[in-house]
């Protein structure tokens, strides 16, 4: 279901999302929830919890930039660069 931009997710918790060419996560459709580059908004926006949330999701440590990454994943920037 749309609505101005935004996907009603269906049997959920009545979260609203970007479309998925609009949203933070790498591949919404294929339930990739990593972030990203352009995921300003919440990059480096989350608050510090302390020791209880000092990795995250898959175990990277928190934080990767100057603040903690919204979310269940840290944005890690490309170092190969």
Known sequence: MRRS???LAPRSNHV???????APFVDVGRRDF?????ALAVIDRGADLGTDA????EGTPRPQGRA?????FEHQPDLSR
């Open 5 to 7: 931009g935004l996907t």
């Open 16 to 22: 609203l999302l970007p479309s998925p060419a609009r």
């Open 34 to 38: 990593r972030l990203r580059p352009s």
């Open 54 to 57: 000092a990795r995250d999701y």
């Open 68 to 72: 903690r990454d919204i979310g269940a």
